[in-house]
Structure formats: C-alpha cells, structure tokens
C-alpha cells in the first residue's frame, strides 16, 4: 500500500533561515508526490508536485522539494523563511490506481520572528 | 486557476439534525470529487470518492447512510451529515479531480454539532 510519513510534528525556524520539512513515502511503481499548505480553518492549497523528471522541484511562494529515489524521500525546502510562511504542511501521494491521495499526519512549521 | 467553492464555510447545528455541504467546481469539470475529514491536529482522511452520476464509494469505516454523497452534475457535489451528532464535529474538505493536474480543494467547512 502507498504511504507517507512526515516524522516531525513541528518544525520551528527563524525568519530568514532556510527551512526543511521531511516527507518519506513507500509506492510501489513510480511515485506521485505532492505537497500542500493549510492555514487555520482553510482548506489545502497545493503548492508543488513531482511526477517524473527533475529531481528539484520549485512550487509556489519560493517553495522547492528534492524527489530523492534512493532515499525515499522528499523534503520540502525554502532558502529563507517568512513568518507568514507559518502554517501546518502536508505531503501526500497519489494512488496510481484509484487517483485517491494519501496525506501523511502533518507538521506545523512555525516561522519565528 | 481552477477553484472548487465550498460552502459553507462553518456551520453550527443541533444534534439530531441534517447539514448539507456544498461543493461547485467553479471554472473546470470535476468528474471525480473526494471528501476529507479532518480531526482535529490529525491529518485528512478520505470518507468517499464521488463520481458524477454514479453512486459514491465510501472508505471502510464510513456510514454511507450517514454521509450522503451526491454528484449530480460535473460542477457540483454534496455531502449531507444526517442525523449528526457531537462525535461529527469537524473539518470537512472536499477535492475535485482535474485531469493531469490533480486535486483542487474546497476552503473547507467547519462543522460543530450541539
């Protein structure tokens, strides 16, 4: 079965420093890998994705994530964060089979002044 | 881009009663919509997929007596709590398929049963 884990519950940063959230997943075949943002008492916005081709991938708001085959792995990055950057992120993949996406549990970036 | 208008966007009902929430893919046709709950400080997790003019396919564990889906047309899909009670209370999001791009997500509502 198709999962992902995020094994940070928070991750706390200053502004200005670069920022890393961890996503591993477990696919069988090819991975579909996504990342979005939730704001309290909002919905997802997505904010990037990889599919097939480079490995660094840039998304919206400076955002960029490294697909990483062997690990496994596919961390969300920003070179330099923002408070408003604050907000709870998560990685999903998708079901190659069924289009169902599967989230992992969240982690809460705080961007401390 | 492509926006999904979910309402409401909160809602607050008695116990016993039912609440229908709304989802219209404003600018692209959904065939396929997926509806999420989110417990609080938890991640979403799927109750159903919806396909338009088809039955939905609930998630083990999810009542479908309980959770109404219905996707009548390619632009819009309910989800009506019947019956709802306390332990209902929560973050319900729906997504709307668009091909080769993926998921857009409604801005959530905010149920809270009393």
């Known amino acids: 079965a198709q999962s992902v884990a995020q094994p940070e519950d928070q991750v706390n940063v200053a502004e200005g420093n670069p920022l890393t959230v961890k996503c591993t997943y477990s696919?069988?075949?090819?991975?579909?890998l996504f990342w979005y943002v939730q704001y309290p008492n909002r919905g997802l916005q997505f904010l990037l994705k990889y599919i097939t081709g480079d490995n660094l991938v840039k998304g919206s708001y400076g955002f960029e994530a490294e697909f990483n085959k062997s690990q496994t792995s596919f961390h969300l990055k920003k070179p330099s964060a923002l408070v408003s950057d604050s907000a709870l992120y998560f990685c999903?993949?998708?079901?190659?089979?069924?289009?169902?996406?599967?989230f992992g549990t969240g982690t809460r970036l705080k961007v401390l002044a | 881009g492509a926006v999904v208008s979910q309402h409401p966007s909160w809602v607050i009902c008695k116990s016993g009663t039912s609440v229908k929430i709304e989802c219209r893919s404003l600018?692209?046709?959904?065939?396929?919509m997926f509806w999420y709950r989110q417990f609080p400080k938890q991640s979403l997790m799927l109750m159903a997929t919806s396909n338009e003019g088809s039955k939905a396919t609930y998630e083990q564990g999810v009542e479908k007596d309980k959770f109404l889906i219905n996707h009548a047309s390619l632009t819009l899909s309910t989800l009506t709590v019947t019956s709802a009670h306390p332990e209902d209370s929560s973050f319900y999001i729906c997504?709307?398929?668009?091909?080769?791009?993926?998921?857009?997500f409604g801005s959530g509502t905010r149920l809270t049963v009393v």
């Open positions: 997504g709307g398929l668009r091909e080769l791009y993926g998921y857009t």
């Open positions: 600018d692209f046709q959904a065939t396929t």
């Open positions: 696919v069988s075949g090819n991975p579909y």
């Open positions: 999903a993949v998708r079901d190659i089979g069924t289009y169902k996406y599967i």
